[in-house]
C-alpha cells in the first residue's frame, strides 16, 4: 500500500518530520512518500496562506494522487481537502480532520492546541463542518509562535518542537485540566511526532492530527475504496 503524504508549505525540512512520524506511525506494509508544495509559505499562520496552500495541494493531487492508494493533507488547515477529494481517484484525508474524528471517538469534550491565532475560525468551521463544534472545550494557541519575514519563519518551524515544545507541553496539560475534557489534538504540520514524546504528561490522550491521518488513510485505502469519477 502507497500513501502519498503532502506538506502543504514550502518547508522540507517540515515534509522530512511529517514523513518520520507518518512512517512511525503507520500500519505495516505502508509505504510512505512525501512531497512539499512548490510555492506558497515556508509556514501556513493565516487563512490567505492557507489559501495560496490550497492551490499548492491541488495542483499535486492532481498530478500524482492516481499512482497512490491515498493522500493526506498534512497541514492543520486542511487546505484543499474538499476540492482534492472531489478531483482524486483515491481517499484524500485532512490532518485537522482525522484528529477531530478521533477526538470524537474517544468521548466527551475534546479541545485543540496548536500555533496561529489567525487560523482559528477555520478550526471552528472545521468543527462546525463535521457537526461537533458542542464537543469542543477550547482552541488553546501559543502566542509566540513562529513569525517574522517568509526567511524567518522558514527557520523558526524548523525549530518548533525544540523551541516551543515545553510551552505545548504545558499548554497541553492546562487544557486537559478543564471539566470534561477526555482528550487533546496537538496540531499542525510541523508538531508532528511531539505529542508521542510528551504524551506521559497530559492525562489524558494526546492526538497527532499526521498519525490519526495516515491510519485513517491506510484504513480506506485497505477497504479497497476508489472514488467515482466526476461527471
Given at each position: 500500500?502507497?500513501?502519498l503524504?503532502i ?25 510512505i ?17 492557507s ?11 492532481s ?5 497512490f492508494?491515498a ?40 479541545a ?25 472545550d ?50 499542525g ?29 491506510a484504513?480506506?485505502a485497505?477497504?479497497?475504496l ?6
Amino acid at each position: 500500500m502507497r500513501i502519498l503524504v503532502i506538506n502543504p508549505n514550502t518547508t522540507v525540512a517540515v515534509t522530512d518530520t511529517i514523513v518520520a512520524e507518518a512512517r512511525r506511525s503507520a500500519p505495516p506494509q505502508v509505504e510512505i512518500t512525501g512531497v512539499t508544495a512548490r510555492f506558497g509559505s515556508p509556514f501556513i499562520q493565516t487563512p490567505d496562506e492557507s489559501e495560496t496552500a490550497r492551490q499548492a495541494v491541488l495542483e499535486l493531487v492532481s498530478r500524482l494522487a492516481s499512482g497512490f492508494d491515498a493522500v493526506v493533507i498534512a497541514a492543520f488547515s486542511d487546505p484543499g481537502l474538499a476540492e482534492a477529494r472531489e478531483m482524486s481517484p483515491v481517499p484524500v484525508v485532512g490532518i485537522a480532520e482525522s484528529a477531530i474524528l478521533t477526538a470524537m471517538m474517544c468521548g466527551g469534550r475534546f479541545a485543540i492546541v496548536t500555533l496561529g491565532p489567525a487560523l482559528r475560525p477555520l478550526l471552528e468551521g472545521a468543527a462546525v463542518a463535521l457537526g461537533c463544534a458542542g464537543r469542543l472545550d477550547a482552541i488553546h494557541i501559543l502566542d509566540t509562535g513562529p513569525g517574522g519575514d517568509a526567511g524567518s519563519a522558514g527557520e523558526a518551524v524548523v525549530s518548533v518542537q525544540q523551541d516551543r515544545g515545553e510551552a505545548l507541553a504545558a499548554l497541553c496539560g492546562r487544557a486537559a485540566a478543564a471539566h470534561g475534557v477526555r482528550s487533546i489534538i496537538l496540531g499542525g504540520g510541523p508538531l508532528a511526532g511531539l505529542a508521542r514524546r510528551i504524551r506521559v504528561r497530559v492525562p489524558v490522550p494526546l492526538l497527532d492530527g499526521t498519525a490519526c491521518a495516515i491510519n485513517h488513510a491506510a484504513t480506506l485505502a485497505r477497504l479497497g475504496l476508489r472514488m467515482p469519477e466526476k461527471a
